[in-house]
């Protein structure tokens, strides 16, 4: 090449000058790669013609790699000329996005990375480089002189366009006056000033909705834009997280929220919440009480409960109520569940998202903003008798305290007459008034927050007029920004700590905290942290959880900030130790292997919050998701996988379909094919229904996100080792060959090509080809921990069972693992489908009993757990069966976080190992959990079952062996071990072993001389009757005729029972016996 003279066939006289050429000097070629690289992205690329012949024959590429090899690798290695840093915030120091990087005189600029980092290749010289961003003051650094070889490393330090201070030009640091500013406490007074909103106007949805957007994408490090789902029209209910570490909860760090236009038509609190996003981002940073705020609190703004009523709304509305309701006319402070009265309205698609937002985050305090008055409404707000009159909360010092907060800072509301010309006669003392004594309010927001969550909340009615003019914005803004800020700060009032185990110094999850006198407990979240607002005083606190002594402490609460309270909690004796069989120890700690100390630590992590999210953030996630896969393309698919990644994949044939296609399933793990009874083992299954391929797609990439992952991030690593991970793709493969993509509804391809659902063919009397592959290579082997099935149609989890029962054994725990799979989802806790034909479907925590959803007998899932002892769930990825391919990434994206989720929930519940005293493994032990699950000891004595956290009762039996009894109690982020010791059984009836063997002897003696005896009677009476026997042959025809019919009939009852059909399931005959 370097020769410049390629001398190709036909074109012997062309030439390039060191072998290189400029493309349009060489020929024109419109819409190239290379150019639009160079032009719209940060990319420099060049395009290398390797040889003339275009598809050379497979017997030169060997000389091709010989001739490229080294050019190949010098030319990644240019990647490192030129200058490379980062552009980063001055205050907070995290990097900035989407910066750009310009060097003087030469016109083309790159921009930052995610980070904020960048690499601009340069050739050797001396440069004047600019860094310029939006809300941020332009850097430039002068003279920059690059080099032969690496990069020369240049940081840029930018300062917000927000600060006081204008820096120097040429500055590459914070100056020492913002650094200073920082470190004022938030009571420190000083002369700077926080900047004001200016964005005073109505905002309808698409201007809130950029507007909401415009000030994540502007301030990503202390800001998370979400939705709790959808409005009745479809609109967005939007959510802004504010935090120092925006998605993640800090342990001991209080949770807060506000919410807005609950009432549509009722507009000051959408605005005002909309300026307190732009007032704490424009000033975190420069203005300590903000800045410290944020640091010490998570806060969520929702703007707007009720979208659809205010676009329904009239500005300059007082008293009407057009918008009030959501488009179903509904009015949503009436919709929630209430403690008196039964609520008669279809819960709303607003309430449901709100509530499940409420149960999914441990808020501690929220405002609940209104219009129409001038007061702060607290608990209660109705009362058993339906009237007007005080409804004391058993916190109501609480309230009048944190209402107080809020009223004082408003000297209008204060004044306790807002509406002197609409209600002349209203007087609310100090601006504030226990709700019911106001009016009866049914079914409002704040009474359910406080009565089924551990969350305080007020209404507040902002003023007068409900839909205000524009032009009056600011003045609600100027009466209420110190109110809002106040108000927030008295999340961190009261007591606040950790409940920890003292075994294991782990924060124990949902222990009670209850204040003596104070009939209203709260509990704990994951990592043991709780917040209980209190008034100043002394008070007697307890904390206590299931298996545990409960603690109590004497603590004074002061007026100023939380008092730190920390309760370690001892396992209690009566409930565990005394419980335990002679043989049994649980909760071992194997502290002599540090990798399972690690892999201990690393469930944990990833338990906790957003723990997944930082799995995934340091995972390849580079997945071709673009088409759907035949099932030519799935088995080549499935072959690539095993030839690329050998060490830790299995591909096996379980059966075929009824078309002769292969059922294949596809084993992950560092040993794949070789028994490792001591690991648990999981199914994903899809593709069950052939007209819903998604869970296909989705289990191809789980299998390939994992291989890409393997030795590359270190959770994956640990979690392929430590688990079996049996993948089957598709169930169905002749099914799925007859169904049509973007066909949403049709049920074309959903059975099999015999025309049989085979979610009906689960029996013992299973037909098709594909059950019976499933069943007798996978589900009777009895050795899997839990199973996945991903099927389609809505969007949502079932359990077992599919068939109508009375009641489900283990149904905490199988809800449990279905809760966590829709608890990962983004979209699927929140329990709105909101299918086509659907829109109203209800489903609480998007988790529901399959037989509530959609009962039928022969499902896969019942007979998993019945003959299969392994919990199975089915999961519902998208209510369009066969939707385009289009959107494969997103439902992967939505999906994936949840289908690790059960990597990590497998190793959790209960492991345990069973022996004798002599230390020798017993195989095949009945293990009996809570009187009704049953499992089996494995090869090695190994038994593994998933349970839900909590106290659980284990009985353990086998052949020849005292029966063990125990307890013990599941963590919900580790694995609880319980090692069983068998003794020898020493009783035979009850009775002690040597006691019957004596008996035994002796009976044995006796019967043996009385037969002695009565053989020699008969011996000397037989010599005495010889004659009669002539009689007896008399008879012998008669005889034989009796016997023969005797023998007859008797043979006809054994056959009676002995081919009884015994196959008959339980479903089959609970139905019989129905009709």
């Known amino acids: 090449m370097k020769t410049g003279a390629p001398h190709c066939p036909g074109d012997e006289d062309e030439t390039f000058k060191d072998g290189i050429t400029n493309g349009a000097h060489w020929y024109d070629v419109e819409g190239g790669m290379q150019d639009y690289n160079y032009v719209w992205a940060s990319c420099f690329e060049i395009t290398l013609e390797l040889s003339c012949c275009k598809y050379p024959p497979a017997s030169q590429l060997l000389q091709e790699w010989e001739n490229n090899r080294e050019s190949l690798i010098t030319l990644i290695e240019k990647v490192h000329i030129g200058v490379a840093g980062f552009v980063k915030d001055s205050v907070t120091g995290s990097g900035l996005e989407n910066a750009t990087i310009s060097v003087a005189g030469i016109d083309h600029n790159i921009t930052t990375g995610r980070f904020g980092d960048f690499h601009r290749l340069l050739v050797p010289g001396t440069y004047n480089i600019t860094a310029a961003l939006i809300g941020y003051m332009p850097l430039t650094i002068n003279n920059i002189i690059v080099k032969e070889g690496p990069a020369t490393k240049v940081n840029f330090t930018l300062r917000s366009t927000a600060a006081s201070a204008t820096p120097d030009t040429t500055e590459v640091v914070a100056t020492a006056s913002t650094v200073a500013l920082l470190n004022l406490s938030p009571g420190t007074q000083s002369s700077h000033q926080p900047i004001q909103p200016k964005d005073f106007r109505h905002h309808h949805f698409p201007d809130m909705e950029i507007f909401l957007r415009r000030f994540a994408n502007e301030y990503p490090n202390i800001t998370r834009l979400y939705s709790l789902g959808k409005s009745v029209e479809s609109r967005e209910l939007y959510v802004m997280e504010i935090s120092d570490n925006p998605g993640v909860h800090e342990p001991g760090e209080p949770e807060f929220k506000y919410i807005g236009n609950m009432h549509g038509n009722e507009v000051v609190g959408r605005e005002l919440l909309l300026n307190l996003i732009e007032y704490l981002c424009k000033n975190f940073g420069t203005d300590p009480e903000v800045t410290d705020l944020v640091r010490s609190t998570r806060i969520h703004l929702m703007p707007s409960m009720n979208p659809d009523g205010y676009e329904k709304a009239q500005e300059g509305d007082s008293i009407s109520v057009i918008g009030r309701n959501n488009s179903n006319n509904f009015d949503l402070n009436r919709n929630f569940p209430d403690q008196f009265v039964q609520i008669a309205d279809p819960t709303q698609p607003e309430t449901i998202a709100v509530m499940s937002w409420m149960k999914a985050y441990p808020f501690v305090l929220s405002a609940n903003l209104h219009g129409g008055s001038l007061v702060v409404n607290y608990p209660f707000d109705d009362d058993e008798q339906g009237i007007a009159t005080y409804s004391k909360s058993p916190d109501d010092a609480v309230f009048q305290q944190i209402a107080l907060s809020y009223s004082k800072e408003n000297s209008q509301m204060f004044q306790g007459r807002p509406c002197k010309n609409i209600y002349p006669n209203e007087y609310f003392p100090h601006g504030i008034t226990n709700g019911a004594n106001w009016y009866n309010v049914p079914g409002g927001m ?630």
């Open 446 to 1075: 704040q009474d359910w927050n406080y009565l089924q969550t551990n969350c305080l909340e007020v209404t507040i009615e902002l003023g007068c007029v409900k839909y205000p003019f524009e032009k009056d914005l600011p003045k609600f803004w100027e009466q209420n920004r110190r109110s809002l800020i106040q108000f927030m700060k008295q999340v961190h009032q009261g007591v606040k700590g950790f409940v920890l185990d003292a075994t294991d110094g782990r924060g124990i999850f949902n222990a009670t905290i209850s204040v003596a006198e104070i009939n209203h407990p709260v509990t704990t979240y994951k990592t043991g942290d709780y917040w209980r607002l209190l008034v100043p005083g002394t008070y007697k606190i307890t904390a206590s959880a299931q298996g545990y002594n409960p603690l109590t402490k004497n603590v004074t609460v002061k007026s100023e900030g939380a008092v730190q309270v920390n309760f370690t909690l001892v396992r209690s004796s009566t409930n565990i130790e005394s419980k335990k069989g002679k043989g049994a120890s649980t909760n071992t700690d194997d502290s002599s292997d540090p990798t399972t100390k690690e892999f201990e630590t690393l469930i944990k992590d990833l338990s906790a919050e957003n723990g997944l999210e930082g799995l995934m953030l340091r995972s390849s996630s580079n997945l071709a998701l673009y088409r759907y896969h035949s099932y030519k393309d799935l088995s080549e698919f499935l072959r690539g996988l095993v030839m690329n990644y050998p060490h830790i994949t299995n591909l096996t044939n379980l059966g075929h379909s009824a078309e002769y296609r292969q059922i294949w399933s596809l084993e992950i793990s560092n040993k794949p094919n070789v028994s490792e009874p001591e690991e648990p083992k999981i199914r994903f299954v899809a593709g069950i229904h052939g007209n819903a391929p998604v869970g296909t797609e989705l289990l191809l990439a789980l299998a390939e996100f994992l291989c890409l992952n393997y030795k590359r991030n270190p959770a994956v690593t640990q979690l392929v080792d430590r688990t079996r991970i049996v993948i089957v793709p598709s169930l169905n493969p002749d099914g799925r060959e007859r169904a049509q993509e973007k066909d949403c509804t049709s049920k074309i391809g959903q059975a099999n090509a015999r025309d049989k659902d085979l979610d009906t063919d689960f029996t013992n009397n299973a037909s098709q080809p594909e059950t019976k592959a499933i069943i007798e290579n996978l589900i009777q082997k009895q050795d899997f921990s839990l199973s996945v099935a991903l099927d389609g149609g809505s969007v949502l989890v079932t359990y077992p069972y599919d068939k109508p029962v009375q009641t489900v054994e283990n149904k905490e725990t199988l809800k449990h693992l279905a809760s966590l799979y829709a608890n990962n989802h983004p979209s699927m806790h929140l329990g709105q489908p909101s299918c086509p034909n659907k829109s109203d479907e209800n489903i609480p925590g998007g988790v529901m009993r399959g037989a509530e959803w959609h009962s039928h007998l022969g499902s896969m899932k019942d007979y998993s757990v019945t003959y299969g002892h392994c919990p199975e769930i089915t999961v519902y990825t998208s209510c369009c069966y066969f939707p385009s391919a289009t959107q494969l990434p997103s439902l992967w994206a939505e999906n994936k976080k949840s289908l690790l989720s059960m990597l990590v929930e497998v190793h959790k519940g209960v492991h345990g190992f069973v022996k004798d005293k002599t230390g020798k493994p017993i195989s095949n032990a009945v293990i009996v959990l809570n009187e009704g699950i049953k499992v089996h000891t494995k090869e090695g004595g190994h038994f593994h079952v998933l349970l839900a956290p909590g106290v659980h009762n284990i009985n353990a039996i086998a052949d020849g062996y005292q029966q063990q009894h125990s307890q013990v109690f599941v963590h919900h982020d580790a694995a609880s071990s319980v090692v069983i010791v068998f003794d020898t059984d020493n009783q035979i009836f009850g009775l002690p072993r040597e006691l019957v063997v004596t008996v035994s002897g002796a009976t044995m003696s006796a019967l043996v001389l009385t037969a002695c005896i009565i053989w020699c009677i008969c011996s000397i009476k037989s010599n005495r009757h010889k004659d009669g026997f002539h009689r007896l042959r008399q008879h012998h025809d008669e005889y034989e005729d009796e016997i023969r019919l005797m023998s007859t009939g008797s043979k006809k009852s054994l056959l009676s029972h002995e081919f009884q059909d015994e196959t008959d399931t339980e479903e089959e005959t609970l139905y019989s016996s129905k009709h």
